[in-house]
């Protein structure tokens, strides 16, 4: 799928001069704020090798559904149990495909410009909404489903983007990689998806950087 010309900032997992360029896929962690924008992060990127996808197969779809609250350890136990194979690949293809979909539009959100992939997000927001039950105050999914995790993170895609304009005015991209995350800090001035993972990757960088300039300040004076 095309992807809009503004483009997030390229994926680099920032390392020290001394520290092989090659890495391995770091592991996922939740930073994004919202499932919709977690589900955009299951894609990592490291220098030197192709995209690892951490939603690759269908026990890893529920463990990470479970992770974010999409669904429940007894629900993602059922369905490790009782889905086919069949169904278990089909859900994993739609799930990424909705993936593509929100990258599309979370990288438009975030640079400003207007928001074209509605006609591709739409089909999965009406077939969340025509499974859904009315419980309480808010929608529910069945359970049984291979699909299960797949309506609701369609449906929250949806309120994301419709519902709070302060949340998608604090959508942004890692300042040193493609992941997306909603700052919800006090002041909004949130740069990293992780200060532990990319954070402190780049202020080594930095550091490194600076510490050569002054070596070679003092070599040519």
């Known amino acids: 799928m095309a992807r809009p010309e503004a483009q997030p900032v390229k994926s680099r997992l920032m390392e020290t001069a001394a520290e092989n360029p090659r890495r391995a896929p770091r592991p ?4 994004g704020g919202h499932p919709a924008v ?21 026990p890893e779809l529920l463990d990470w559904s ?18 086919s194979p069949s169904a278990a ?18 990288t438009a959100v975030t640079a ?13 927001v009406v077939e969340a909404i025509e499974h ?3 419980h309480g105050h808010g929608l529910r999914w069945p359970a049984e489903a291979a699909q299960a995790m797949l309506w609701p993170l369609a449906h929250g895609a949806f309120v994301l983007l419709t519902a709070d304009p302060a949340d998608l005015e604090r959508l942004k991209h890692c300042g040193a990689c493609h992941w997306v995350f ?12 992780s200060m532990g993972d990319c954070g402190n990757a780049v202020k080594s960088r930095r550091y490194v950087e600076r510490r050569a300039a002054r070596r070679a300040q003092g070599r040519s004076g």
């Not at 977690?38 to 269908?58: Q, W």
């Not at 994993?92 to 990258?103: A, G, H, P, S, T």
């Not at 400003?112 to 997000?121: C, E, R, T």
């Open 28 to 31: 996922l962690v939740v930073v």
């Open 38 to 58: 977690d589900l955009v992060n299951t894609v990592d990127r490291p220098d030197g090798h192709p995209p690892y996808d951490h939603l690759a197969t269908y």
């Open 66 to 83: 479970r992770r974010v609250g999409v669904l429940s350890q007894a629900e993602t136990d059922a369905l490790l149990g009782s889905v």
């Open 89 to 106: 690949q089909r859900a994993v293809q739609r799930v990424q495909e909705l993936r593509e979909v929100l990258i599309e539009t979370f």
């Open 112 to 124: 400003g410009a207007p928001v074209g992939s509605w006609p591709q997000l739409q089909p999965y």
């Open 132 to 134: 859904a039950e009315l």
């Open 182 to 193: 909603i700052d919800r800090s006090r002041n909004g001035s949130r740069r990293w998806c």
